[in-house]
C-alpha cells in the first residue's frame, strides 16, 4: 500500500512540473500536438486535463485506504495495550497476593496502639545495643504547613504601591 501511494505521490509531482512547463511556456505546446498526432491545441489541454484528474482521483482513493489502514492498525494496537496493562495488574496483584501468603511478618507496620504484646520501657543506647533495636522505625507527622490570609501575604507588595493599569 505504501509503495503504490509513493508512487502515485511521484506521478501527480512529475504531472504538476510537466503542466507548470506546459503553463509558463518553457515546453511547446505545439510541438506535442505534431508529436501526438492531435487536430489542435484544445484537444491537447483537454487531454492534459483529463489525466490530472485520473491523478487526483486516485492521489485521494489511496491516501483514504492508507488513513484507514493506520487507523485500524492505532486501533488495534491500542486494544493490545489495554490487554497487556489489565495482564500486567493482574500479575501484579497475584505476586502480591503470593508475597503476603508466603512472608510470616506483615507488609505494613500496624500501629503501636493494634500490638498484641506490650511494649518495653524504652531504655537508653548503649555501645552494646542490640541491631533489632536501631532498625526500629520512628515515624513522625510531617508539619502542617501554616495557613497564610491572602490580604496579608508577605510575597505581594502593598496594595497602594500597586501601580495602575
Known sequence: MESLKKFINIAVMVYLLIAFLFLLRILSVSKFVMLFDLAHDAEFFNYLLWMGAVLLLAE?????????????????????????????????????DQQLKTSATPLIPEPASNRAEPLAPQQHRHS?????????????????????????????????HRPFV
Do not use: F, G
Not at 63 to 88: C, F, G, M, P, W
Open 128 to 160: 552494646n545495643a542490640s541491631a533489632e533495636d536501631e532498625q526500629t522505625l520512628i515515624i513522625t507527622p510531617a508539619p502542617i504547613p501554616p495557613t497564610v490570609n491572602p490580604d496579608e501575604n508577605p510575597n505581594l507588595p502593598p496594595a497602594e
Open 60 to 96: 485521494l482513493l489511496v491516501e483514504n485506504v492508507y488513513i484507514a489502514t493506520l487507523k485500524r492498525s492505532l486501533e488495534r494496537e491500542r486494544r493490545q495495550h489495554t490487554d497487556l496493562k489489565a495482564k500486567h495488574t493482574e500479575w501484579k496483584a497475584k505476586h502480591y
